[in-house]
């Protein structure tokens, strides 16, 4: 009798066991998850709505332990004012604890067709501009992030701001500009130095500063173009000049580097008279009609292929 009470009692010890070890488990991945929690989806502060997400930082060499919170801004409440702020970061309470939330980018349709703004100000230290943030906002001005430190602009992130002549950031370390991301900006004159940095890696293990395709289609008032290569590779894809009529200079900042323009890249940028830093540059790839309806159309050489064909 003893010896059958002994074995119906072990496998209820084991289970005991297991269902302890499995909560121990389970409380040591809700104390330090292996990727970033969403803990709200539309946040409301100040008549905005964001986006939170948490992380728990248990590795010291990537600074104190403890809970990061990061928020996506994804538009205002009321739709209908000029001039919108966005802070660099509030406070909400999570955990038992008063936490603040860092505002790190501009979400996906963020001020999407919100004709009647003017300008945004940016307090807040983000490094993305999410696809179609401010589509079709077609009286938008001036948008300004100081402290920004901007390191990709999404596909049509401006498209056809028509009004927009200010876009300025803290630093110009942007290495990623959208497909169409300012297409239609007819009165932008100026924008920040574009900078290949460790961000885009590509299958070959190479670092890119990428310009999309038609990303500043039109833009007829933009004069001068920077780009510093840091020894990486530059594409800029077709169209993405094209119809810059006021451009007269580009800038090839770097000891070398490959440079690759696509189909129609300046076309019909009539007064590009320009584009210094090529000599620098180990080789030039280009396809048909890139500088076509230029004045360097048929007198720049030493490509690695026939652009005038």
Known sequence: MTTARSCRAFPVAALVAVALAVATLIALGAATPAQADTIHRSYVYQGAKYKIEADYNDDDDDGPRGWYLEAEYRGPVNKKKTSYTIPKSFKITYKGKKRTVHVKEIGD???????????????????????????????????????????????????????????????YRINEIGREA????????????????????????????????????????????????????????GGAFENCTALSKVKLEGSDGDVHLSAKAFHNCGKLKTIEGLG??????????????????????????NPYI
């Open 280 to 305: 620098k540059l180990e080789s030039l790839g280009l396809r048909a009609n890139s500088l076509k309806g230029t004045p360097l159309y048929g007198k720049v050489t030493g490509f690695n292929r």
């Open 182 to 237: 300012f297409y239609g900006c007819s009165k932008l004159k100026s924008l920040p130095k574009l900078t290949a940095i460790d961000y885009t890696d590509d299958d070959d293990d190479d670092y890119e500063c990428e310009i999309g395709t038609k990303a500043f289609y039109g833009c007829k008032a933009l004069k001068s173009v920077t780009v510093r290569l840091r020894s990486y590779e530059l594409l800029v894809r």
């Open 109 to 171: 349709r963020a001020f999407y067709k919100l004709t009647k703004v003017k300008k945004v100000t940016c307090k807040a230290n983000i490094d993305s501009i999410g696809d179609k943030a401010f589509y079709g906002c077609k009286n938008l001005k001036i948008f300004n992030a100081p402290k920004a430190a901007i390191t990709s602009v999404g596909d049509r992130a401006f498209y056809k701001c028509k009004k927009l002549t200010t876009f300025r950031s803290k630093n």
